[in-house]
């Protein structure tokens, strides 16, 4: 609604690198239709990513609400779209391996293919 009303060119703060790749530039996709009024079509791309999304928010948002982010979750899906950042320093947040496999799942189930997991 924003993005059409105000004619915004940006969707705000967000690891969207995080639902996306660069064959499937999905969020991409989906602002540029929204900024053009196809809502349909850009419903479809928001709810093809919604595992994902799920998965994203079930661990960020406790840290969130604390004042923190999850980084480690961040990298932890740059790695699984084939991209590197290397370790984060200490003191870190965990990603534990439930997690990971959480968010791996979630990534197959939003229609990505993991490279490394």
């Not at 990603?95 to 293919?113: N, R, S, V, Y």
Request: contains cysteine.
């Amino acid at each position: 609604m924003m993005i059409n009303k105000y004619d915004m060119q940006w969707s705000g703060a967000a690891p969207w690198h995080n639902m996306q790749t660069a064959d499937d530039q999905r969020q991409v996709r989906m602002f540029n239709l929204i900024r053009e009024g196809s809502m349909d079509e850009a419903n479809a791309l928001y709810w093809q990513s919604d595992p994902l999304r799920k998965a994203i928010m079930s661990i960020a948002m406790p840290s969130a609400l604390l004042g923190m982010y999850n980084f480690d979750q961040w990298k932890y899906c740059d790695e699984l779209f084939g991209l590197t950042g290397g370790e984060m320093r200490m003191p870190k947040m965990m990603l534990h391996p439930p997690q990971k496999q959480m968010l791996t799942q979630a990534m197959i189930a939003a229609g990505f293919k993991p490279v490394s997991a």
